[in-house]
């Protein structure tokens, strides 16, 4: 495609994008599956999009200087192409203002133009993380990387990481997940035999933690509350070595239904999707006191997950914040109710926000008198994890993208008495 054109089909695609509408991805998708875009082509208007969304606060202050269409100078910002493919789709005048955009120095740029999120965000993570607010904002800049989780129903971390070795795929094992791989890159992977016959998913090493910090047993009855698309139901089921019976809950019949051809690869036999119609659903109720394992992965701000859904800081507000607070806690408290004496429950959030996460463990310990919280650092050292406390905060597990370079997830741990 001729470099003008696709400098033109990107500001097309920011103008629908930055409506705030929909979510970005769906957006996108949308938008490609309506263009006849090759490959390289699709990948380079969708990255623009998300560079933008990534850098909106600078971009929209260097497109200040600039001249036409705002969603032209912002693609051109964020086009994620070569430079020189870039240069050949601009009028002089462009070029001209482009070379004076490359020319700031971060040095120079006021702290909002640096951290690119909204001043709401500030005040909470500074408060969080003191002299890291710096690093983490650089971090949810930047590109996340792609981990895969290896089905041990089907295969060996060891035994996958070789045979995509000789794809030419490079990987290193996850340094906390015992299951995880990282790659280098981002390789097609859907059409690998390692995929379709269920060796290997993707799934961010946080998310694998999850599972591993439930730690559900051969034979137990278990539940994923919110289970969505199914990521950590597939890691448990597997942690259940194909036994017992395991609950996948969600209020969406339409995320259940994706969670099927996943499981059909993962050779699981003991996973029972089900979709209910709230919290306090009648399906619930029959449960209840029943329960070895509740895995609450409760529905969330997903600021942790910037990196990969930049949007989300410009689509969330504090109301939004507090009524997804109020939200989580009455999911976790009919979550509780299934467990039986001696069950274990699993309250986790992909926000990095306080308020979806320490206040709301906080709350529930002391409105629950009959859960006791446990020590999530205590439970991963007796995994066998040697350094558990450094992904931890105090009893709460917290992963943060600077530190850990996993997406932001926190989870809180307790047994019913």
């Not at 994620?80 to 001209?96: G, I, N, W």
């Not at 094992?173 to 379709?196: E, I, N, Q």
């Not at 609950?247 to 089900?274: I, M, T, W």
């Amino acid at each position: 495609m001729h470099p003008k054109a696709l400098l033109d089909s990107a500001a097309e695609l920011l103008k629908l994008v930055l409506r705030f509408d929909h979510p970005a991805d769906a957006v996108v998708s949308r938008f490609l599956r309506e263009h006849r875009l090759g490959p390289r082509e699709r990948a380079t208007v969708a990255e623009t999009a998300y560079a933008v969304l990534r850098k909106k606060t600078l971009f929209n202050y260097l497109a200040q200087h600039g001249s036409g269409p705002l969603e032209r100078r912002l693609a051109i910002l964020g086009f994620a192409a070569d430079r020189d493919f870039l240069y050949s789709a601009l009028t002089a005048p462009e070029k001209e203002w482009l070379q004076r955009c490359d020319q700031v120095k971060p040095s120079e740029l006021m702290d909002l133009h640096r951290h690119n999120l909204p001043q709401w965000l500030v005040e909470p993570l500074k408060s969080q993380l003191g002299a890291e607010f710096d690093a983490l904002t650089h971090s949810l800049n930047e590109l996340a990387g792609l981990d895969l989780r290896v089905n041990t129903v089907k295969a060996k971390r060891a035994e996958v990481q070789q045979q995509l070795a000789k794809l030419g795929i490079k990987s290193e094992p996850t340094p906390y997940s015992p299951w995880g791989l990282r790659l280098a890159d981002k390789p097609p992977l859907t059409k690998l035999d390692l995929f379709v016959q269920g060796a290997i998913e993707v799934q961010d090493e946080g998310s694998q933690l999850l599972a591993w910090l439930l730690d559900a047993k051969r034979g137990e009855m278990v539940v994923d509350f919110c289970a969505g698309a199914g990521g950590k139901t597939l890691a448990i089921g597997a942690t259940m070595r194909n036994t017992g019976r395991l609950y996948a809950f969600d209020v969406s019949a339409h995320r259940l239904e994706a969670l099927k051809p996943r499981l059909a690869r993962s050779g699981l036999s003991n996973v029972h999707p089900v979709a209910i119609a709230h919290e306090r659903d009648e399906r619930i109720k029959r449960l209840a006191g029943k329960l070895d394992r509740v895995l609450v992965d409760a529905p969330c701000s997903g600021l942790g997950t910037l990196r990969r859904n930049p949007d989300l800081k410009w689509r969330q507000n504090p109301q939004a914040i507090e009524e997804m607070a109020a939200k989580q806690t009455a999911i976790l408290q009919s979550a509780a109710r299934l467990l039986k004496p001696g069950g274990r429950l699993v309250y986790a959030t992909c926000s990095i926000l306080q308020a979806e996460n320490e206040a709301v463990a906080q709350a529930f310990s002391q409105a629950q008198r009959d859960f006791k919280p446990l020590s999530a650092p205590a439970l991963l050292g007796q995994l066998g994890l040697s350094d558990a406390q450094q992904l931890c905060s105090g009893e709460y597990l917290r992963l943060w993208p600077h530190r850990h370079a996993t997406d932001g997830f926190f989870a809180a741990v307790w047994e019913r008495t």
